[in-house]
């Protein structure tokens, strides 16, 4: 069984051949990349700025990753600022109903990555458990909510930093997603029904499709958002995108989600019932166009045509209204 630079165990229908390939010529991207990024990082800061933005864009070198991270999503500004804060919440008063709601995941958390398994020393569950713990008992309000494991677990496995994947994780849904894990999950479905009017506007057969099936975009793209991709898109891919999400934010989403969409247009025009369409929706996150991450970036940013934050704000408003106002 062959098994990734995380961790995690190839399937059996892997395509050697295909990863091998694209892999040698990324590894020369990487590596220019690489000395790039070491060149801007000499100064010790990681300052937003245009061309930081680009440098985000086109990928951060896995070495360099965390810190980056911790920079742009000001995930390292509140670490710094609360010292000893996530402890303290580790040793708050017990929860118990919190404490076994996140254990109920942990083992379904990866089990074909082997340093998530409990044989393995140091077993990471610990490590995702106490992450999820301290979230928690942070933000009372969400507690713990099933799709934060697995956004989690890539933390720590990039980060190998339990306090460090607290606060990236506290950026991530205390400000770069919106309301997305509360109990009521309002701005996930917001993002959900916002995706579909994008597509009515910028791919409207797609839309059409949709609406004459009466598919409802919860069923074909809830993982995209509730999982930021972890588990749908490959490991590389998804990473790059994250890079993206916390220098830029939530729209990211959109853009990978229309850039997917776009390119199998065709192909999703085929189905003919529910079923199907959830199938082909399944289907489009696999295979050599995803693999190949670093054009699958560079598309994710032509593709979709513009896509600005204002757009974005602005169709969450009408969107929520109309949730809201259906109960």
Same mark, same amino acid.
């Given at each position: 069984?062959?098994?990734?630079?995380?961790?995690? $165990?190839?399937?059996?229908?892997?395509?050697?051949?295909?990863?091998?390939?694209?892999?040698?010529?990324?590894?020369?991207?990487?590596?220019?990349?690489?000395?790039?990024?070491?060149?801007?990082?000499?100064?010790?800061?990681?300052?937003?700025?245009?061309? /930081?933005?680009?440098? /985000?864009?086109?990928? @951060?070198?896995?070495?360099?990753?965390?810190?980056?991270?911790?920079? &742009?999503?000001?995930?390292?500004?509140?670490?710094?600022?609360?010292?000893? =804060?996530?402890?303290?919440?580790?040793?708050?008063?017990?929860?118990?109903?919190? $404490?076994?709601?996140?254990?109920?995941?942990?083992?379904?958390?990866?089990?074909?990555?082997?340093?998530?398994?409990?044989?393995?020393?140091?077993?990471?569950?610990?490590?995702?458990?106490?992450?999820?713990?301290?979230?928690?008992?942070?933000?009372?309000? @969400?507690? =713990?909510?099933?799709?934060?494991?697995? *956004?989690?677990? =890539?933390?720590?496995?990039?980060?190998?930093?339990?306090? $460090?994947?607290?606060?990236?994780?506290?950026?991530?849904?205390?400000?770069? &997603?919106?309301?997305? =894990?509360?109990?009521?999950?309002?701005? &996930?479905?917001?993002?959900?029904?916002?995706?579909?009017?994008?597509?009515?506007?910028?791919?409207?057969? @797609?839309?059409?499709?949709?609406?004459?099936?009466?598919?409802?975009?919860?069923? @074909?793209?809830?993982?995209?958002?509730?999982?930021?991709?972890?588990?749908?898109? +490959?490991?590389?891919?998804?990473?790059? *995108?994250?890079?993206?999400?916390?220098?830029?934010?939530?729209?990211?989403?959109?853009? /990978?989600?229309?850039?997917?969409?776009?390119?199998?247009?065709?192909? *999703?025009?085929?189905?003919?019932?529910?079923?199907?369409?959830?199938?082909?929706?399944?289907?489009?996150?696999?295979?050599?166009? /995803?693999?190949?991450?670093?054009?699958?970036?560079?598309?994710?940013?032509?593709? +979709?045509?513009?896509?600005?934050?204002?757009?974005?704000?602005?169709?969450?408003?009408?969107?929520?209204?109309? &949730?809201?106002?259906?109960?």
């Amino acid at each position: 069984m062959q098994i990734d630079p995380y961790g995690f $165990e190839r399937p059996e229908d892997f395509d050697d051949a295909a990863y091998e390939k694209f892999f040698s010529s990324y590894l020369v991207t990487l590596t220019r990349r690489a000395i790039k990024w070491s060149r801007l990082l000499q100064g010790g800061s990681v300052p937003r700025s245009r061309t /930081v933005k680009r440098y /985000v864009r086109k990928g @951060v070198p896995l070495e360099h990753r965390a810190r980056v991270w911790m920079a &742009l999503s000001g995930a390292q500004a509140q670490m710094d600022q609360n010292p000893g =804060y996530y402890h303290r919440l580790l040793q708050g008063d017990r929860n118990p109903r919190l $404490e076994d709601a996140i254990r109920t995941d942990l083992n379904r958390t990866f089990p074909d990555n082997v340093k998530f398994r409990k044989t393995t020393e140091p077993c990471l569950q610990k490590t995702l458990y106490n992450v999820l713990l301290a979230y928690g008992h942070h933000n009372q309000g @969400v507690g =713990y909510c099933q799709g934060m494991n697995f *956004i989690a677990g =890539y933390l720590i496995l990039i980060t190998n930093n339990e306090e $460090e994947s607290f606060w990236l994780l506290d950026a991530l849904v205390g400000r770069i &997603l919106p309301d997305y =894990y509360s109990p009521a999950m309002l701005g &996930l479905k917001t993002d959900q029904e916002v995706l579909g009017e994008l597509v009515r506007a910028k791919l409207p057969a @797609v839309g059409a499709l949709m609406e004459r099936l009466g598919v409802l975009w919860t069923l @074909v793209v809830s993982r995209w958002f509730i999982c930021l991709f972890v588990d749908v898109l +490959p490991v590389e891919t998804v990473l790059r *995108i994250w890079d993206c999400l916390f220098n830029e934010g939530s729209k990211i989403i959109f853009r /990978v989600a229309l850039t997917l969409i776009k390119q199998h247009q065709e192909f *999703i025009l085929e189905a003919t019932s529910i079923p199907d369409i959830c199938d082909k929706f399944k289907q489009i996150t696999k295979g050599s166009f /995803v693999m190949e991450c670093h054009t699958f970036m560079q598309k994710i940013f032509s593709e +979709p045509g513009s896509l600005s934050m204002a757009t974005v704000a602005k169709l969450r408003e009408s969107c929520r209204a109309r &949730l809201l106002a259906q109960g």
